[in-house]
C-alpha cells in the first residue's frame, strides 16, 4: 500500500470549482474525503467502495460535490461545484483497514494522507 496523497486544492471564488485527486493504491476497503478547519472536528465529506457501488456523501455536499475513482490508476477524485465559503477547509484523503464502521465516521479510519487545502472566497 502506497502512502495516500491528496492534490488539487488552491484558492476559488464562490460559485467556482475545484477538483482534488487522491492518490490510494492498493485499498481495497473504504475509501474518501474528509474535512477539518482548525480548531473543528473532523468531518466526512464523501466515501466510496473501490468495487463501486453509490458514493456516500454528506448532506452538505450532496449535489454538489461528486465522488469518482480510476481503479487502474488507483486514483480517487472529488469534484467539487457550486463552492461557498463554508466549505474553506483543508481536505483529506483516508482509507479504512478495520472492518464495519460508518461510511463518513472520521473514527472508523485508519491511513491518511497530509492534507490539502481549499479556500473559497466570498
Known amino acids: 500500500q502506497e502512502p495516500l496523497v491528496e492534490s488539487g486544492g488552491g484558492s476559488v471564488q464562490a460559485g467556482g470549482s475545484l477538483r482534488l485527486s487522491c492518490a490510494a493504491s492498493?485499498?481495497?476497503?473504504?475509501k474518501g474525503w474528509f474535512r477539518q478547519v482548525p480548531g473543528k472536528e473532523r468531518e466526512g465529506v464523501a466515501t466510496?467502495?473501490?468495487?463501486?457501488?453509490?458514493?456516500y456523501y454528506a448532506a452538505s455536499v450532496n449535489g454538489r460535490f461528486k465522488l469518482s475513482q480510476d481503479n487502474t490508476k488507483g486514483t480517487l477524485y472529488l469534484e467539487m461545484n457550486n463552492l461557498k465559503p463554508e466549505d474553506t477547509s483543508i481536505y483529506y484523503c483516508?482509507?479504512?483497514?478495520?472492518?464495519?464502521?460508518?461510511?463518513?465516521?472520521?473514527?472508523?479510519?485508519?491511513?491518511w494522507g497530509q492534507g490539502t487545502q481549499v479556500t473559497v472566497s466570498s
Open positions: 483516508a482509507a479504512r483497514q478495520r472492518s464495519g464502521g460508518r461510511p463518513l465516521s472520521p473514527r472508523d479510519f485508519d491511513v
Open positions: 466510496v467502495y473501490p468495487d463501486g457501488g453509490d458514493p
Open positions: 492498493g485499498y481495497s476497503n473504504l
